[in-house]
């Protein structure tokens, strides 16, 4: 479980970005973070794993208090979070596997990791890891032949070969087509369902939050204002979010794309059974 208690960040510039911002995450349960630009998501995302040092409060993950290590003890810690890039973060002139594989580098010896041996269950590992997201038969194919999707399928099986406790998602679907975006965020729920691995993720889609997230955190410059089921994200609590919009139109017609899509996976179905 993650614990993040009364978080806060100040800039030396002066400049708040987080306010006393608390909440759990169980096991298993996957956390859509919404919120307008400059509301504080990304940083609130790196400020678990520390990327950003928090000013103020704690996070705990499992029996681990993470704001209280030091360099050695929180490389360490990395470890058990897994994160996944909005843009990849993808050593592009590497294959897929080799990329899958470098999420076992915090733990190999140095000149394994620098002459590419690593150990034979972390290859069986990473197989079934690209199995799992369906790009087995590319995983010899640079990463810079890919599809923007096929890459962010290959960050999931690279923080998935961590062993993670935790997955911290950056915008995972900002540079995807509508379609591809909802095909990425039921892998990433369906993964965490299956490992009972607690997840946040940032999201600027509201609509994709809704239908896929099993909880809403809304943040608002740097502070918690909504914290429900996506049921509870009405038109008021949008607003309050994010302001004035025309949320019903929005949400009408992510209703029929997704309508389109179960009809286009049910038509595939008929086609493989006839087969």
Known sequence: MLSVEKLTKVYRTGDKALTD??????????????????AGKSTLIRCVNRLVEPTEGTVR???????????????????RIGMIFQEYALVERL???????????????????FTRRFPGEDIAKAFRLLDRVGLSAHADKRADALSGGQRQRVGIARALEQDPELL?????????????????????VEICRERGLPAIINIHDVVLAQQFADRIIGLQAGRVVFDGGPAMLTE???????GEEDWT??????A?????????RAEAKKMMRAL
């Open 61 to 79: 993950l499992n029996d681990l208090d993470v704001t209280r290590l030091r360099s050695g003890e929180l490389r360490r810690a990395r470890r």
């Open 95 to 113: 294959t897929v596997m080799e990329n899958v594989l470098s999420g076992r580098l915090g733990y190999v010896p140095f000149w394994r990791s």
């Open 168 to 188: 911290l998602i950056d915008e995972p679907t900002a540079s995807l087509d509508p379609k591809t975006s909802r095909q990425i965020m039921r892998l990433i």
């Open 21 to 38: 911002v608390s909440f759990e995450v169980p096991k298993g349960q996957v956390v859509g973070l919404i919120g307008p630009s400059g």
């Open 256 to 264: 029929e794309d997704e309508a389109a899509e179960a009809e286009e």
């Open 249 to 254: 139109a929005m949400q009408q017609s992510a």
């Open 236 to 242: 008021e609590a949008l607003t309050r979010i994010y």
